[in-house]
């Protein structure tokens, strides 16, 4: 027969393993509220963006003014119902890239825009400038990933759009943004080259690009500095 010491020890046991069984289940609902979450932002921009350009009848200065808008409206909600910026973010941009890559759209053009927008809507709300660059930035990159753009020239551009933005809000948000994206675009390159031959990958990455496709990170980020 078991003593008092010994049932005492068992009953704290369980006590304890169904408050980590409870937090675990908690977390894992949560989490796949978040995800469902983006995912309906990601699916309401992306509809938004394509929808409205549909009927423009200039695609390039008219997806630069629905990228500004849309930011903008994400922004305000945010906003309005106290949710943090950073959690959308990431699904914005995605969605921005796919809505505009929907009516034949070039997201290397756009994707500087996004993030640029990103970036000036967290300064005005007092959001983590850094943290929502990333975030922008990262959305952008995947969806260019998933509509198979040019992931390498997109990310130059939005990096470079990132530390622009940042430019104008001040030099510690400079620093901070380059602290984040170091090593993006270093890593979207080391990743093509894995996955794609290098015959192909040179044609992908030399195609119509504003950016050259040897601009890398330690070059943004000179440019950051003679900005400042």
Do not use: C, F, W, Y
């Not at 950073?86 to 796919?98: E, F, P, Q």
């Not at 927008?117 to 400038?129: N, R, T």
């Not at 192909?200 to 440019?223: D, G, L, W």
């Amino acid at each position: 027969m078991k003593n008092k010491g010994a049932m005492k020890e068992q009953g704290m046991g369980d006590s304890l393993g169904k408050a980590g069984a409870t937090v675990k289940e908690g977390i894992i609902s949560s989490l796949k509220g978040i995800n469902e979450i983006e995912a309906e932002v990601l699916s309401l921009v992306r509809n938004t963006v394509s929808n409205t350009l549909k009927s423009s009848s200039s695609l390039s200065s008219e997806s630069i003014d629905i990228t500004r808008n849309v930011v903008k409206g994400a922004i305000l909600a945010t906003e309005e119902v106290g949710t943090g910026l950073i959690l959308s973010t990431k699904s914005v941009a995605k969605g921005i890239i796919m809505g505009v890559s929907d009516i034949g759209g070039d997201a290397l053009t756009i994707a500087s825009q996004t993030v640029k927008g990103a970036v000036k809507g967290a300064a005005e709300i007092g959001a983590d400038v850094a943290l929502v660059s990333r975030r922008a930035v990262d959305g952008v990159i995947e969806a260019t990933k998933e509509i198979g753009g040019n992931v390498e020239g997109v990310a130059v551009a939005a990096v470079g759009g990132a530390i622009e933005a940042a430019g104008v809000i001040g030099n510690t948000a400079v620093r901070a943004v380059k602290d984040m994206l170091v090593g993006v675009v270093e890593g979207v390159k080391e990743t093509s080259s894995t996955t794609l031959p290098k015959h192909k990958r040179v044609s992908t990455i030399q195609q119509k690009e504003s950016i050259p496709a040897t601009t890398s990170i330690p070059e943004i980020m000179r440019k950051g500095r003679r900005r400042e």
